[in-house]
DNA sequence: CGAATATTCAGCATTATGGCTGAATATCCT
DNA sequence: AGGATATTCAGCCATAATGCTGAATATTCG
């Protein structure tokens, strides 16, 4: 129960990249396969163990990581497909059509009434 | 003095997408043509001018805005290439090659030594 | 000039984050 | 069983991020 997409997806996944330590965990499991146990990975790290478990656990949330236990340990897997929201939302940048040309030298003459729009 | 690339250049960009109301100007801006006045910005949201302006200066900040006086106003341009930081991070998961392919089951017989790397 | 408009600057309070340390759990090994 | 190994859970604290309100600043208009 967190990841219903839309709604507070972006917001999970683009606050869990926000991190350069979160970054560098998927890229790190990414290059070594797409799996690396939480032991391998809070190596990588100068702080501590339990400081790299929260950062599992904020990716995992934002549905980024997963996890399976082998044993005594825990094998995290990274989850390619949930990277494509972020793709998905540069797209629209893409998009040219949409892009109402003009811009700059329409623009005073605006500014009207300040609505609310949450 | 802020935006040398890489280093906190991904730190700036991430962070700064990392929330919704600064995701939404991004998208907002591009959508109006590519640039418009503090004041439309911040008629977008529900919640204090002030508030907005600070959302401003991150996103400046972080290279995805830049801004040029006219006249009383202020108007706000996206700066679209800065976005090309991210489409290359992501890039990074579309490098098949470099993929170690096997995981999972290799995985268990490491675990090593913990060695640090900030 | 003086009022209105468009915006940012400053400082404050609240909440979220990130890192730390000390348990607690679950496996595995002998 | 008892100890070592692999990890997460809990709770604490310092810092960062957000939102608010009250100035302050610059520009335009009558």
């Known amino acids: 129960m967190a990841k219903r997409n839309s709604r507070d997806a972006y917001e999970a996944v683009f606050g869990a ?3 350069a330590a979160r970054r560098r965990v998927l890229l790190a499991i990414f290059f070594n396969g797409g799996a690396m146990t939480a032991g391998e990975i809070a190596a990588m ?3 501590a163990w339990q400081t790299t478990t929260r950062h599992l656990q904020v990716l995992e949330a934002a549905g980024l990581l997963s996890h399976e236990r082998q044993g005594r340990m825990r094998v995290y897997r990274i989850e390619q497909k949930r990277l494509t929201l972020v793709s998905d939302w540069l797209a629209h940048f893409q998009n040219a059509a949409k892009r109402r040309k003009g811009g700059i030298q ?3 003459s ?3 009434g300040r609505g609310e729009a949450a």
Do not use: I, M
């Open 17 to 19: 990249l926000a991190h």
């Open 45 to 47: 790290f100068a702080h």
């Open 106 to 108: 329409n623009v005073r």
């Open 110 to 112: 605006k500014q009207a």
